[in-house]
């Protein structure tokens, strides 16, 4: 059986060479149809203004 703080870092490992493997956010260059974005306005409208969404960065969770 695996150990709690080996697969912990399996986990950062693995983490982090997912994040190595993205292009730089400089290389990503993307335009979104006005559909998408008409969509996406959409749905976050429907989201309440008291509803808190955390974004969490990889790196950050394991240091």
């Known amino acids: 059986m695996l150990s ?3 697969l912990k870092q399996a986990a950062e490992e ?3 060479a997912m994040n190595d493997s993205l292009p730089k956010p400089e ?3 993307h335009q979104f149809s006005e ?3 008409r969509k996406i306005q959409l749905l976050l409208s ?3 203004t008291n509803t808190q969404i955390a ?3 990889p790196e950050s969770i394991y240091k």
């Open 4 to 6: 709690e703080e080996l």
């Open 14 to 16: 693995l983490a982090l």
């Open 27 to 29: 290389q990503c260059q």
């Open 35 to 37: 559909e998408f974005e």
């Open 46 to 48: 429907s989201v309440p």
């Open 55 to 57: 974004v969490v960065v």
